[in-house]
């Protein structure tokens, strides 16, 4: 089965800093999705990034990047030069072959602090 | 802009009494999911869409029921809300095959139960 790890509840960064948020994976299917979303007070869900288990290099859009460390079955979010609308929830979630859905983790509460 | 619409976005209802909660979509995707999300936790897959064809998730209660009358509608209906109904419904979309497709999400409804 299944199964995503957030440990971080809660995170402060200062604002203009990096952050990283971590999340872990468990599942026995060499072929999946590892997906990171942006849950702000609104409610949306917003796609910010994908890694596939078979791409070499890690993801990247704009400042959001993948630590892709499939060894250890790691897929950590890292949010370069935050900013004070970065303060949100963010969901790691997975997809492999067996299931169309996705897997949440619990997520993690990040606040930008000025 | 091709989206996901959910409405409406604020509903309350009384104890017991049915609701109905719409999605609509103009992605023209095979799949369409419904969430339950209740505070501060994960997304929960309560059933998906793949055109007609309707998956359940084995631990949704029977008091949840979906209806897809089309390709772009999909609907939620809570036969006899209880109080721990209330939550986040996320109706959420995505193309056929289970490889890199992000799942596009609407902005949810609120449910309240009174």
């Known amino acids: 089965a299944q199964k995503i790890t957030q440990t971080q509840p809660g995170m402060f960064v200062q604002e203009k800093e990096a952050v990283t948020l971590d999340c872990t994976y468990d599942?026995?299917?060499?072929?999946?999705?590892l997906f990171w979303y942006k849950q702000p007070s609104s409610g949306e869900m917003i796609f910010l990034i994908y890694?596939?288990?078979?791409?070499?290099q890690n993801a990247t859009e704009g400042r959001y990047s993948l630590n892709f460390q499939k060894a250890r079955k790691s897929a950590n979010l890292v949010i370069s030069a935050s900013q004070l609308g970065d303060s949100a929830m963010y969901f790691c979630?997975?997809?492999?072959?067996?299931?169309?859905?996705?897997?949440f983790g619990s997520g993690t509460r990040l606040q930008v602090q000025p | 802009d091709a989206m996901v619409i959910q409405n409406p976005r604020y509903q309350v209802t009384q104890f017991g009494k049915p609701v109905t909660l719409s999605c609509s979509q103009t992605?023209?995707?095979?799949?369409m999911y419904w969430y339950q999300q209740k505070s501060s936790q994960a997304p929960k897959l309560l059933f998906h869409?793949?055109?007609?064809?309707?998956?359940n998730e084995a631990d949704t209660p029977d008091n949840f029921q979906s209806r897809r009358p089309n390709t772009s509608f999909c609907f939620l209906d809570i036969r006899s809300p209880g109080l721990g109904d209330a939550a986040m419904y996320l109706c959420?979309?995505?193309?056929?095959?289970?490889?890199?497709?992000?799942?596009?999400f609407g902005p949810g409804t609120r449910l309240t139960v009174t």
């Open positions: 959420a979309t995505s193309p056929a095959g289970t490889g890199s497709y992000e799942q596009y």
């Open positions: 599942t026995s299917d060499p072929s999946y999705g």
């Open positions: 890694q596939g288990s078979y791409d070499q």
């Open positions: 979630a997975m997809r492999d072959t067996g299931r169309r859905a996705l897997t």
């Open positions: 992605l023209n995707h095979n799949v």
């Open positions: 869409y793949y055109d007609k064809d309707f998956n």
